[in-house]
């Protein structure tokens, strides 16, 4: 068993951050203090992040993560999906909004004084609260597939029990913000509905691809998302007080 080698270039990514920026930077001082071994960025990450930006008179753009493995693990488990959202083409709207790799103008957040909700902090989904705040005031988001970054992902994330239950704390978390945000009694119907098929539909996929795992997990990661979106929507079960870490435990 090896652990994924991923190149540290926090030095290319300072350096071109104070290019743009204008900045002073003191590359040997905060290289040793940004250097991380398990996330890491492109050459040409920054750069690519603020051309697009601009290209596209933007307000939010979003880069891609590449995981890095451990070589002992299965193929069928290091599909990008199962532990990245899926991104659209460069100058696309985004599938999925996300801050594990984004640069956002700071003009409307500091207008509009917008900030991330605490009442998520604890539990993930401040982000996608905050992202769809910013879109109500005519926010402008774009892809871009050059800005690459890389995340070694530990082995403790590969074990299923915690892929099924980060995609049930996920589901759990945007049922909450659903019960925050809809006020309509039939929305809320809707929603409930919505759920109950995608558990019903992907619970019969589970089924049906259990010997062709690499399609199986993505049945079962939306099984329990669905899964865990009912259950809060419906308020039995919600994960409220819990960091991630203490809702999946340490395994």
Known sequence: ???????????????????????????????????????????????????TIEKFNADVVFGFVIPKFYSDLPKWKKQREIYFLPVGKTGDMPLFHYTT?????????????????????????????????????KAIYVVCREAISYEVVPQYRTTLKFICQRYFLKGNNDGRIIIDVVNSKFQKIFKIIKALLG??????????????RKKWIFGLIRLCYFYGQFLAIIKLKSFEDKTEYDALGSN
């Open 199 to 212: 558990i019903g539909y992907y619970g019969l996929q589970t089924l049906i691809f259990l010997p062709i």
């Open 1 to 51: 068993m090896s652990p994924p080698s991923v190149e540290n270039s926090t030095s290319y990514v300072l350096a071109a951050f104070s290019s743009f920026t204008k900045l002073p930077i003191s590359f040997p001082r905060i290289s040793k203090t940004l250097s991380v071994t398990n996330e890491v960025a492109d050459q040409y990450w920054i750069r690519n992040l603020i051309d």
């Open 101 to 137: 790799n984004c640069l956002i103008k700071a003009d409307k957040v500091r207008k509009y004084n917008l900030k991330f909700d605490p009442k998520y902090g604890l539990t993930g989904g401040e982000d996608s609260v905050f992202f769809d705040l910013l879109l109500k005031y």
